[in-house]
Every structure is written in structure tokens, then in C-alpha cells.
């Protein structure tokens, strides 16, 4: 398996980042399990539990606390920190697995109205803060003149297969690396108005034109969509008897294949760090199988898991083959066998 960094950039209106990396000799089940992992399974911080004390605002409480349980938190700290269930007091809560905060804000009687911003949430931790791309954070309620908030929020890590407030991205999508071949003896077939007409209607710009425009040969080295519509819709199918262009995933001679990633965070982490996390998280899932297999006759027929941030783990039903692995640290690249 190999990773190759292609693009990593800012948002312009928001505080995530777009990550795009291609991943190489894989099984799509491989890289699926990276995906689901990346969605549902990197470790972040976010509001556990909100205590209202005071709340004169027109909003419920209810709608209140989960808004606030949704502000997304920088979380960097997650990876000091221990899951509840972990910790040493036994997910009773204290310093080395929660954060504390608290909101308290009220609008002066001569004021007739005053917005509430995430920037007002105080937060024990410095290295935990609300997430935003604006200035003053994300917009939570309108206190009217007089009305006062005062509430208390409890911070913890989990994953987002316990709730979706704990997902570190907004979308994970994969593709296929392509191979488009044309054929030949059928292009030869058609006028050049014709070969015109093909290299344009590929809406990602696939086919290499030559001097005159026409359709020479396939550029299949970008990562292009698959949309077939060369293929499906050709408008000159039914003049040949042959398929005009050939449009299938790439794959090695080890029956392997490319993928090209676009990850989009929603700010919590940075992009790079959350593709470092997925596969460290999808390593030890596998080191877990591994160690399984190997502590004798009693794990042969069945893995037992352990539960990750309080969400439920099926246990894994080995086949017959051993996993191995072997891994390298600096370039994100681990075989397996």
C-alpha cells in the first residue's frame, strides 16, 4: 500500500480543510474500511452533557443543550486524553478525561436585544476551543433586554459512532483510477467532424486531442468520475459494431487498485492529522485480529473486540488465512500479506 499527498488546502468560508491523497494497491474493501474509519471512528472532543441553571431566553432548554452539544472543539487534546471508559475513575469524570466550561450571559435591561456567539463559551483548557471560520464564532441564540443564560458543559472524547457530534469530517468520498482505452479500428470509422464530437463530450476533459481536434487518445492519468456517459449514451452506437471507448477501474497485475480520497474536516482536527489517525485506528483494529489468532486454540473461532468511546464492537469471525503486517512510519505506508 502506498499514499501519495496530492492536495491539501484551507476553506475559504469555513474552517475546515480539503485533503485529496491517492491510495495505491489496495483492495476496495481496504479502502472502504479507511473511509468508514475516517467517518466514524477518529477520536474528537465535544459537549457530553450541558447543565442549565438559569435560562430566561424564548429557546428550550432542550434546543439549547443541543446546540450546544453540536459547536465543534478544536481537538488536538483528544489525543492526550483517555476515553471515559478507560480513565482511572471509571468514566465517573475527572481532570484526565473531561474539560469543563460554561456560558454565562445576560442582556442589560437598557439594551433591547444581544446575540450570543460561541466566542462567549469559557472553557477551563486552552487548547479546547469552539471552531469557526468568523470572528466572533458561531451564532447560538438572542437574549432579549433582561433575558440571562448561565449553563455548565462537560467535554469528552468519544467517536462519532456514538454521536454525530463527534465526527472530525463533513465527507469522505473515494474513486476509482481509471483505464480508458479507445478503439481504435472503430475511431478510424468515423468522420473527423465526428472524432470532434466525441473529444468534447467528456464533461472531465479525458481525451487528448490531436492538431485538428479530434479524439486521439485518452488521457487516463487525472482522477476523472467514471460517468460512462461516453459509453452509455454514445450517439454513434448504433452506426458501429464495436464499443468506441472502454471505461473501467484501474488494476494491478496483483488484482489491487488505485483510489484517489477527498477529505473534507470540519475544522476539529487538522486534515492530515485525521488520515494519520484513521490508519493508526484501523492498524490497531488489525493488531487486534492478529494478537487474537495468535493466543491459541481458544481464539480461533471467534475475536472478542473491545468497545471504542461506549459503542457496541461485533466480534470478528476469522478466516482461515493469517494476517500479517509490516509497517513504516514515515510515509504512511504498511503491507499487508
Known amino acids: ?130 471552531v469557526s471560520s468568523e470572528e466572533r464564532g458561531l451564532w447560538l441564540l438572542t437574549l432579549g433586554r433582561s433575558q440571562e443564560l448561565d449553563l455548565r458543559i462537560v467535554i469528552r472524547k468519544s467517536i462519532a459512532k456514538t454521536h454525530a457530534k463527534f465526527m472530525p469530517v463533513s465527507t469522505v468520498a473515494m474513486r476509482y483510477a481509471t483505464d480508458i482505452v479507445i478503439n481504435t479500428e472503430g475511431m478510424a470509422k468515423l468522420t473527423p467532424e465526428q472524432r470532434k464530437q466525441l473529444a468534447c463530450r467528456c464533461p472531465d476533459k479525458a481525451y487528448k486531442r490531436n492538431g485538428s481536434g479530434e479524439a486521439g487518445h485518452a488521457d487516463d492519468t487525472g482522477p476523472f468520475t467514471l460517468c460512462r456517459d461516453c459509453v452509455a449514451s454514445d450517439q454513434f452506437s448504433g452506426m458501429l459494431d464495436d464499443t468506441l471507448v472502454f471505461v473501467r477501474p484501474r488494476r494491478s497485475k496483483r488484482g489491487y487498485y488505485n483510489f484517489t480520497f477527498t477529505v473534507e474536516s470540519t475544522g476539529v482536527l487538522p ?10 485506528v484501523l492498524r490497531r483494529k488489525l493488531e487486534r485480529v492478529r494478537d487474537g489468532l495468535m493466543d491459541g486454540d481458544a481464539a480461533i473461532d471467534v475475536v472478542e473486540t473491545r468497545p471504542i468511546g461506549g459503542a457496541p464492537t461485533a466480534p470478528v469471525v476469522v478466516n482461515e488465512d493469517v494476517v500479517t503486517r509490516e509497517g513504516e512510519e514515515d510515509n504512511l505506508a504498511f503491507v499487508m500479506n
Not at 489496495?26 to 441553571?53: C, K, Q, Y
Not at 486534515?271 to 493508526?280: C, S
Request: net charge negative.
Open 271 to 280: 486534515v492530515l492529522q485525521i488520515l494519520y489517525d484513521a490508519i493508526d
Open 1 to 130: 500500500m502506498k499514499v501519495k499527498i496530492l492536495d491539501c488546502r484551507k476553506h475559504e468560508h469555513s474552517a475546515g480543510e480539503t485533503l485529496e491523497f491517492q491510495l495505491d494497491e489496495v483492495d476496495n474493501s481496504f479502502a472502504n474500511g479507511l473511509r468508514r474509519v475516517m467517518l466514524a471512528e477518529v477520536p474528537v472532543l465535544g459537549a457530553e452533557s450541558v447543565t442549565i441553571i438559569k435560562n430566561t431566553s424564548v429557546l428550550p432548554d432542550e434546543m439549547l443543550a443541543h446546540r450546544i452539544g453540536l459547536v465543534p472543539l478544536y481537538s488536538m487534546k483528544a489525543r492526550k486524553m483517555p476515553f471515559p471508559t478507560d480513565c482511572l475513575c471509571g468514566g465517573g469524570g475527572c481532570v484526565e478525561c473531561q474539560v469543563t466550561g460554561l456560558l454565562t450571559v445576560r442582556c442589560p435591561a437598557d439594551q433591547h436585544s444581544l446575540q450570543v456567539f460561541t466566542d462567549s463559551l469559557k472553557i477551563d483548557d486552552e487548547e479546547v476551543y469552539p
